[in-house]
């Protein structure tokens, strides 16, 4: 289980890592799927109920008179139809969910 204060300093040390490279550089990148993508987003979300992850970690918190699920799964094998070629590097797909209860009340953060 990930502990998340130490995940933090290890994940900023990365990201402060990354400072000096430049995007010309063939590097690796992490880029977030919004909303306003409606063709990519709903394909991506259809992958992810097609198939199974390769790896998932869950992780509950509780405090403050709440408790947060967050839930991590990361697909390996990625077929997305169609205009793939704009995406032909494409390595893995991860998804995060998260959802905070209180007071029996849950809602998707």
Known sequence: MLKPDKFEVVFISWVNSLRDI?????ANYILTLKGNQTYLK??????CKQI????ENEMVEKGHGRIETRNCKVYNQI???????????????????SEREINEKK???
């Not at 709903?42 to 992958?47: A, P, Y």
Request: glycine share 0%.
């Open 52 to 55: 199974k992850p390769d790896s």
């Open 22 to 26: 430049n995007i010309d550089n063939q």
């Open 79 to 97: 077929h997305l139809p169609e205009d793939i070629e704009k995406w032909s590097d494409l390595k893995s797909v991860i998804q995060i969910t």
């Open 42 to 47: 709903e394909n991506v979300e259809n992958l």
């Open 107 to 109: 809602t998707n953060v």
